[in-house]
């Protein structure tokens, strides 16, 4: 019973971000901290959060003021998102994110 897919529309995975998020050493959830904000016209946000989770980094997106809401009316959000990691993975992230903007710049 456990091997069928269940079918969720519009979800991610229930509990994945949980258990890819670094615990520290009394098994509590590592602080997020904040990575950048990226604008959501370009598909730069996608680009990033599918850069960082390729390179095992999880990271969390955040709508600021009523992004939310224009993501699920218009499909995208006019302010933008913000993204945030682990603590812990933040000096990685940042490596990646510089990377990948250096490169766009070409």
Not at 8 to 27: A, F
Request: aromatic share 10%.
């Amino acid at each position: 019973m456990d091997d069928k897919i269940k079918l969720e529309w519009g979800r991610k995975i229930t509990g994945k971000l949980y258990r890819s998020w670094p615990k520290d050493e009394n098994g509590e959830l590592v602080e997020p901290v904040f990575l950048t904000h990226c604008r959501s016209l370009d598909m730069s946000d996608e680009m990033l959060v599918n850069l960082l989770e390729a390179y095992g980094i999880p990271c969390v997106k955040q709508y600021p003021n009523d992004g939310d809401f224009g993501r699920i009316i218009l499909g995208m959000s006019g302010p933008g998102v913000e993204i945030y990691v682990p603590k812990t993975m933040y000096e990685d992230a940042v490596n990646l994110s510089e990377g990948s903007a250096e490169y766009e710049e070409l």
